[in-house]
């Protein structure tokens, strides 16, 4: 079994809100991604957790927070959006240790109005 | 993380073997080359990866020529549900999490 779940799958916000998204795998997997993905471009990674750490950020703005509760979870916290952040994120999840191959959700398609 | 380069765009007829191409000619010994695909508005999926050998799994087929500079992805009978965008990435073995460097991959469109 190799799947990642997210939720909610489509999203809509006002730049004052505050959201989270949601992602959950059960695959025993101790690595965790999160990546956002613009309309007709590729996945860019924003944050890698490993053993429920942070271990890359990729210069991501404040206005996005991540978090990861246990080893399952990895919630991505939204406050004060712009619209230029709508798109689709994506989690991926990996075992660590030279089995590295990540394996992605569906995403969130984040609309920021 | 070694680039690579794609054809933006081919065409493969339902049922055919459709092969696609990926240069990555300053790919280090201690880089993988992985293939993952991802159909319109879905999450990229994972194809198939290796490192020297030629590999096959129940989806596909990866070729990967003696020097590592260039590799082909075989999809041996394509169907009409393969159109996708393919991405071909370079990957170090780095014993920890890191990421993924997508490129801007090949539009596969299969038709009837």
């Known amino acids: 079994d190799t799947e990642v779940t997210q939720t909610p799958k489509h999203l809509v916000m006002g730049m004052t809100n505050k959201k989270s998204l949601k992602c959950e795998q059960h695959m025993g997997h101790r690595a965790m991604y999160w990546y956002k993905q613009k309309a007709k471009k590729p996945p860019e990674l924003m944050f890698v957790?490993?053993?429920?750490?942070?271990?890359i950020n990729e210069s991501v703005p404040s206005r996005f927070s991540p978090e990861c509760p246990n080893s399952s979870l990895l919630n991505l916290h939204l406050h004060a959006l712009q619209p230029e952040d709508s798109a689709l994120y994506l989690c991926a999840s990996s075992q660590e240790r030279g089995k590295e191959t990540q394996y992605f959700g569906p995403g969130t398609r984040l609309l920021v109005l | 993380d070694a680039k690579t380069t794609q054809p933006p765009s081919m065409d493969c007829a339902e049922g055919r073997a459709a092969n696609l191409p990926c240069n990555h000619s300053t790919i280090s010994g201690n880089e993988y080359v992985y293939w993952y695909r991802q159909i319109h508005s879905q999450g990229p999926q994972y194809i198939i990866h290796g490192l020297k050998n030629n590999e096959t799994n129940e989806m596909a087929s990866l070729i990967i020529t003696e020097d590592r500079k260039s590799s082909t992805l075989i999809l041996p009978h394509a169907t009409l549900r393969d159109t996708a965008v393919y991405y071909c990435i370079v990957k170090p073995v780095t014993g920890t999490a890191s990421k993924l460097t997508f490129g801007t991959g090949t539009r596969l469109q299969v038709t009837l």
């Open positions: 957790y490993s053993y429920e750490k942070l271990s």
